[in-house]
């Protein structure tokens, strides 16, 4: 696995369009792999005033093509990508780290009994919450309500599918901070590489995390 990060040139014409939809950011992340596709996550994150892609993928990416168009092509570092192997490998029983995530929650609702259930967005912040709660023992980690918060929510609202008849797409995006701790690390690392939750094609899922 390898992580990389993409400077984005936030005063560039292309690259203010290219943030107006998250499937056009999900195109230029598939642009940086050859042959067979295979599930690469994403998302968007400043440090300070600068922004930045990162993806998390089983190749090596060449985002060169996308550094001209919407990052800083004359920068040597005008992406990076590190080896992931080292981190999982750090990741054991007992170990607490700081975590950042952006996810989608949602719940599954059926308005007959039996009936396969629409997909609706979490919407209020206590079920947000419990979203997250709810899902770390079946991913290997403990987590405790103090020990999180909710720091941002967002609707990316963009429309996929070629020119015509393109559908709209609504994903609510919640940002979650704090500190876990691993008591299954096989399946925390699953977690890891697998992401979490819908809308992972649309910058959505993606974990990381820092040793305390």
């Avoid at 996308?66 to 999982?88: C, M, S």
Wanted: contains cysteine.
């Amino acid at each position: 696995m390898y992580l990389t990060r993409m400077e984005l040139n936030t005063k560039n014409m292309d690259t203010i369009r290219l943030l107006g939809s998250q499937e056009k950011i999900h195109g230029l992340v598939e642009s940086g792999f050859l042959g067979e596709r295979k599930r690469n996550l994403w998302r968007l994150e400043y440090l300070g005033d600068r922004l930045y892609l990162l993806i998390l993928s089983p190749d090596r990416p060449d985002l060169s093509i996308g550094v001209r168009r919407y990052g800083f092509p004359d920068d040597e570092n005008a992406y990076q990508t590190k080896d992931y192997t080292p981190l999982l490998e750090r990741v054991k029983n007992d170990t607490w780290w700081h975590f950042k995530l952006v996810a989608n929650p949602t719940r599954s609702v059926a308005s007959t009994p039996g009936e396969r259930g629409k997909v609706k967005a979490h919407c209020s912040l206590k079920y947000q919450e419990e979203w997250l709660l709810d899902r770390a023992q079946k991913h290997g980690f403990e987590l405790l309500p103090e020990n999180f918060q909710i720091v941002e929510r967002d609707w990316h609202i963009f429309r996929k599918g070629k020119e015509q008849g393109k559908n709209k797409v609504s994903i609510k995006g919640v940002t979650y901070e704090g500190i876990l701790k691993v008591y299954d690390e096989e399946k925390f690392k699953e977690l890891l590489v697998a992401g979490i939750g819908r809308g992972k094609a649309y910058g959505m899922g993606l974990l990381t995390i820092v040793h305390i």
